[in-house]
C-alpha cells in the first residue's frame, strides 16, 4: 500500500512541475513581445509553436542520438549475451511492454540509463562494469528499474524537459539581444517592463532547476516502480549503494545525457536543486523502508 501512495504521490508531483514549466516557456515568450511591443500575447504563442516544433525535433530523434553519443554497441541476439538478453526480456513481460533493444557500454563504471519516447521503441544500455561488478539480482534490480523508466513514459518527459530549456535558453537570448540592441517599446508600464527584464536574464537559470526537479522525482518513481516489478527493493538498495560508492565516472557519458543514468554518471558532488539524482542516501532509505 505504501509503495503504491509513493508512486501515486511522485506522479502528481510530476504533472503539476510539467505543467508549471509549460506556463513558464510562455510566459518567457510573452516578456519578450512585451518589451519588445507592449503586447505580450504574440510572444505566448510564438513560444508555444517553438517549444512544440523543438520537442517533437528531439522526441522523434532521441533514441539514435543518445546511443551514439554515449557509443553504446547493440546486443541483437540473445546468443551474445543471454542472461542479459532474457533478464530485461522477463521484466518487459512482467511489465506488460515490448522488449526494449539491449545495449552496452565498454566501461569499467557500473550504471546503466533507457531511452525511447514510448515502450514501443525503448531500449536500455548496460555498461560492462554493471555486468562486472554485480550479482544477478542487482543487475536484475537495476534493469528492473530502467524498464520501469521506460513503462512510466519518463523518457518522453526528460526529453520535453530538456527540449524546454533549450527553447527557454532561446528566448532568453533573444530577449536580451533586444534588451541590448534592438528598439523597445517606451509605453509599457516600467515595473512590469523591469519585471519582464529580470525574467528574461533568470528564465534559463530557472529552467534548468526545473528540469533538474523533474529528473530527481523520476528517479524516485523509477525506484519505487523498479522495486515492485523485480520483487526486490532491497537488491535494488545494495546495487545503488555500490554504484555510487564507486568514484570513477563513466567516461562516454555526458552533461546532456547524465540525468538518463541510473546514478550520476559523472560522479559530482553536487546535491540538492543542482544535482541530476536525488540523494543516494535518500534513495537507498526509501527502497529499504518498502
Known amino acids: 500500500m505504501l509503495l503504491h501512495k509513493q508512486i501515486e504521490s511522485n506522479k502528481r508531483k510530476s504533472v503539476l512541475i510539467i505543467l ?9 515568450g510573452a516578456s519578450v513581445s512585451y518589451v519588445q511591443v507592449g503586447e505580450p500575447l504574440w510572444g505566448a504563442v510564438f513560444a508555444g509553436i517553438l517549444a512544440i516544433g523543438y520537442t517533437l525535433f528531439m522526441v522523434l530523434s532521441s533514441t539514435r542520438v543518445v546511443m551514439a553519443m554515449n557509443h553504446a554497441r547493440e546486443v541483437k541476439r540473445s546468443e551474445d549475451n543471454p542472461f542479459l538478453w532474457h533478464t530485461v526480456e522477463g521484466l518487459a513481460l512482467a511489465a506488460r511492454i515490448p522488449t526494449p533493444r539491449i545495449f552496452i557500454i565498454q566501461d569499467a563504471s557500473p550504471n546503466a540509463f533507457a531511452t525511447g519516447i514510448s515502450p514501443k521503441n ?10 562486472e561488478r554485480l550479482n544477478r539480482e ?12 521506460i513503462k512510466n513514459y519518463d523518457i ?21 539581444r533586444i534588451l541590448l540592441f534592438g528598439k523597445r517599446n517606451r509605453n509599457v508600464h516600467p515595473i512590469i517592463a523591469i519585471a519582464a527584464v529580470v525574467l528574461l536574464i533568470l ?5 534548468t532547476l526545473i528540469r533538474l526537479a523533474i529528473s530527481r522525482n523520476r528517479e524516485y518513481l523509477a525506484d519505487a516502480s523498479g522495486a515492485e516489478l523485480c520483487r526486490n527493493p532491497y537488491a535494488l538498495a545494495s546495487a545503488l549503494e555500490k554504484i555510487a560508492g564507486i568514484r570513477e565516472p563513466v567516461r562516454e ?5 547524465a540525468m538518463l543514468y541510473f546514478s550520476d554518471p559523472l560522479k559530482k558532488k553536487m546535491a540538492g536543486l543542482f ?16
Request: proline share 4%.
Open 156 to 176: 518522453r518527459l526528460a526529453t520535453v524537459a530538456l527540449a524546454l530549456v533549450s527553447v527557454i535558453a532561446i528566448l532568453s537570448d533573444f530577449g536580451s
Open 203 to 207: 528564465s534559463p537559470f530557472i529552467a
Open 138 to 149: 542487482e543487475i536484475e534490480a537495476v534493469l528492473a528499474h530502467e524498464v520501469a523508466h
Open 253 to 257: 557519458a555526458s552533461n546532456t545525457s
Open 20 to 28: 508549471f514549466f509549460i506556463l513558464f516557456v510562455l510566459l518567457v
Open 122 to 131: 525503448g531500449a536500455v544500455a548496460v555498461t560492462t562494469g554493471l555486468m
Open 275 to 290: 544535482s541530476t539524482h536525488p540523494p543516494a542516501e535518500e534513495r537507498i532509505r526509501r527502497l529499504r523502508a518498502m
